[in-house]
């Protein structure tokens, strides 16, 4: 019912940046929070950060001060600013949300993913 769709992965050199897009498509009633987590080969998922209906984000702090969440609302997309990225940031990204959907419940929905891959 609901499709969740990340994009602007790739290959960048330490010091680079990229923006990671997550847009929310389907059946939506509404989406009550999104996040961001990330998963590097052979370890557990681990949360990245997340914001709000009503805007309030938090942020890993392995992340903070040099990601940023954000949200378009009117287009139900997300964002993550991914500056100053380090060979450990490397990793599959996914998003997240919690989505009210056509049935009228809350349910948590994933994406499928996009690899971000910080190397020399």
């Known amino acids: 019912q609901v499709q969740l769709v990340e994009s602007g992965g790739g290959l960048v050199q330490p010091g680079g940046s990229l923006r990671l897009s997550c847009a929310a498509s389907g059946r939506i009633i509404g989406i009550n929070a999104m996040g961001w987590y990330r998963q590097a080969p052979g370890e557990e998922r681990e949360w990245v950060a997340d914001?709000?209906?009503?805007?309030?984000?938090t942020i890993a702090n392995s992340v903070r001060g040099r990601f940023t969440i954000s949200r378009d609302t009117a287009e139900n997309t997300l964002y993550l600013q991914m500056n100053s990225l380090k060979p450990e940031d490397t990793a599959v990204y996914y998003c997240?949300?919690?989505?009210?959907?056509?049935?009228?419940?809350?349910?948590?929905?994933w994406g499928q993913g996009t690899q971000v891959t910080v190397s020399s």
């Open positions: 914001r709000t209906r009503a805007g309030l984000t």
């Open positions: 997240n949300a919690r989505v009210v959907d056509g049935s009228g419940y809350e349910r948590l929905y």
